[in-house]
């Protein structure tokens, strides 16, 4: 009998709860249905296409936890039927700090136990005092110490040497030729440099300078040419180096043109230095519209004589030996023996008798004569005589 009676009451329980269960059944909302049925389908992943948040996996990859599959959730329900994922994965994954989102950089060695309103490392860094005053204006107008603006200037030194220094060395130098002007002669060469202006000087045999024309004709732009109008004079400039051309001049009074070959370096050289005419003195045969001298035989003007050119251009034969000239010598004369002549190299006038004669536009003459101990010139309208020390 009491067995019954255990058995009746536990059925009786039963049905009280399974009407219990019933009626809540019957009470949910039709949203919270919904949201329980859901969740209890397995996920359904996302269309083709769908915009993706950056580092947010899909709800439909295996093993993900509970806050993504709510997050997949919320992609395809109505923001009221969202489940909030557990407090204690938002603790895991954002860990709050005192200063919010910035304080994310502050030292992970901090710990949770941090009490909120404890300062971050970036806080107190910025909680220090500022410098003095007279340390910001040392900072402002002198931010280098002496030792590294000395450091700066040597830098700065040796930059500018670098940039300076070019692969070839420049020997400027000053000369003179005769120019032949015969068919079959070879035209005279202008050595010039990109950077390095030559001038040249157009005289006749007699010394006294010849005008051009016109202004002269270039074969190429590989060279910058200007004429001074009215003078002997032409400055030629190379724009570039290893380039080389032709150039027409005409002078005044002259049917041939004087043809000139200008080169500013050999391509298939490799010395490592060279010469460049700063200024070349071009000597024409006949006489200029300026020639003031008596007309001499042509036996008298050497004009082709290597040596008198030689001496002409300060640069004696080695076989030429220098006479002293007693007592103080007219300023520029010079006096050399070779073999059995003597050459002087003076710009006055002489007034003894003389074999050959060469001269150059700014003046100079050179003149062959005879061996004597003798020689009379005329400086400033007066007759000087000049005695030499001869062997």
């Known amino acids: 009998m009491q067995k019954n009676m255990i058995c009746a009451a536990a059925l009786f329980a039963l ?25 209890a389908q397995p996920a359904v992943a996302p269309q083709q296409g769908q915009w993706e948040s950056a ?35 938002q603790t895991q994954a954002f860990p709050s700090t005192a200063n919010g989102p910035q304080g994310y ?58 940039k300076a220094q070019k692969p070839v060395t420049v020997i400027p130098r000053i000369s003179s ?16 440099m990109q950077d390095e202006p030559t001038t040249l000087v157009f005289f006749d045999s ?35 180096a290893y380039e080389s051309t032709g150039m027409a001049v005409f002078l005044e009074g002259l049917a041939t043109p004087i043809m000139i070959k200008l080169t500013s370096g050999e391509p298939d050289s490799n010395a ?25 035989g042509p036996g008298r003007i050497g004009m082709y004589n290597d040596a008198l050119q030689g001496f002409l251009d300060g640069t004696p034969p080695s076989d030429a030996k220098t006479v002293r000239i007693e007592g103080e010598p007219p300023a520029h004369t010079v006096v050399w023996q070779m073999g059995d002549s003597l050459y002087l190299r003076t710009p006055l006038e002489i007034r003894s008798a003389f074999d050959q004669t060469m001269s150059s536009a700014d003046g100079m003459h050179v003149y062959k004569l005879a061996p004597t101990p003798l020689v009379t010139v005329s400086e400033g309208g007066q007759d000087v005589s000049l005695m030499l020390d001869i062997e």
Request: glycine share 8%; hydrophobic share 40%; no cysteine.
């Open 105 to 162: 950089d502050a030292d992970p060695s901090a710990g949770a136990g941090q009490t909120q309103g404890t300062p971050s490392g970036n806080a107190q860094q910025q909680s220090l005092p500022p410098p003095p005053i007279i340390m910001q204006a040392k900072d402002v107008i002198s931010p280098f110490t002496p030792a590294e603006i000395r450091e700066l200037h040597r830098d700065f030194d040796e930059t500018r040497k670098a």
């Open 272 to 296: 490592k230095v060279r010469y460049v005419d700063y200024r070349l003195d071009l000597r024409i045969p006949g006489r200029g519209p300026n020639a003031k001298a008596p007309l001499l």
């Open 177 to 192: 030729i005769s120019v032949d002007l015969s068919p079959g002669s070879t035209p005279p060469i202008v050595r010039s």
């Open 206 to 240: 007699t010394g006294a300078p010849w005008p051009l024309a016109a202004v002269p004709r270039m074969g190429s732009n590989a060279f910058a040419v200007q004429w001074l109008k009215g003078t002997p004079d032409v400055v030629i400039t190379a724009e570039s």
């Open 55 to 89: 580092g947010t996996p899909s709800a439909a990859q295996p093993g993900a936890t509970s806050g993504q599959a709510t997050a997949a959730a919320t992609n395809g329900f109505p923001r009221e039927t969202v489940i909030a994922p557990p407090q204690q994965a």
């Open 15 to 39: 049905a009280a709860a399974t009407s219990t269960a019933a009626q809540q059944a019957n009470g949910a909302t039709a949203s919270q249905q919904a949201a329980l049925a859901a969740a």
